[in-house]
């Protein structure tokens, strides 16, 4: 008689056990989901070096299937170190930052858009290969750094990529002027010339047959660059916890 006595209590504290997991593993899965929907994001902006290759259109700006934009690699990262964002490309290819400082608005009031904290801008090379000057660059520049301020997102802005095919194109002295319009404006520059000007030679022939779009290994090392910037403003989440760690610091 003690015997089943003793094995019925087991069995309901074993129920008890079994039901305060089950509630656990339901409560994290739901505050997981609540979390992936709360996720931060980020607006990529530019021409083909942020379109990337093999593209199709999603819901929000484009899509790909395989790893032909600086934007997979950055997400990953983002994801990885617990900074939920979510990386959103509405790069145009061929587009001009003349061009791009009159599609900025459109883009930033994209439904999708809205709530988002960061944009990244990557443009200029264009312009150049148009024969503009490097101070009109500049300026559509800054109209479009202006605009994202004034639209309450954080600009970070980048120097322009080599591009060994036009080589008439003075990449070194645009970027000292976007140098120096990132410090005018006080936000983050991305050195992505500086940093990968010299291994150039192994990030191309790109995703077009060229030297001035990257191929996936570039375009890798790109979105390890940006997010070195973004680390520096977004703070990590702290790691879920599992539903054994949830457990024990149960009182």
Not at 91 to 98: F, P, Q, R
Not at 110 to 120: K, M, Q, S
Not at 139 to 144: A, E, N, P, Q
Not at 239 to 247: A, I, R, S, V, Y
């Amino acid at each position: 008689m003690k015997k089943k006595h003793m094995m019925t209590i087991l069995y309901k504290q074993y129920l008890q056990l079994w039901l305060v997991t089950g509630l656990l593993i339901c409560s994290f899965s739901v505050l997981a989901a609540a979390e992936l929907e709360e996720a931060g994001k980020i607006i990529a902006f530019g021409d083909s070096l942020t379109e990337g290759c093999d593209v199709y259109r999603g819901d929000c700006g484009w899509e790909r299937s395989g790893d032909l934009g600086y934007d997979v690699e950055l997400e990953s990262l983002l994801q990885k170190s617990f900074r939920n964002y979510l990386v959103q490309n509405f790069g145009v290819g061929g587009e001009t930052a003349y061009e791009g400082m009159g599609r900025v608005d459109s883009v930033i009031d994209e439904f999708c858009n809205e709530g988002a904290e960061y944009i990244l801008i990557l443009q200029g090379t264009n312009d150049l290969f148009h024969g503009a000057r490097e101070e009109d660059v500049q300026y559509y520049l800054s109209v479009i750094v202006d605009k994202s301020k004034g639209h309450g997102l954080a600009p970070l802005l980048a120097t322009i990529p080599p591009d060994p095919d036009h080589k008439y194109k003075n990449i070194p002295f645009m970027n000292e002027y976007i140098r120096a319009l990132a410090s005018e404006e006080n936000i983050p520059l991305v050195e992505l010339y500086n940093e990968m000007y010299p291994a150039w030679s192994s990030y191309t022939p790109g995703c077009y047959g060229d030297n001035l779009h990257p191929n996936a290994a570039g375009f890798k090392v790109m979105g390890e660059i940006w997010f070195k910037s973004l680390a520096d403003l977004i703070r990590p989440s702290p790691p879920p916890l599992n539903w054994m760690q949830l457990l024990l610091n149960q009182p």
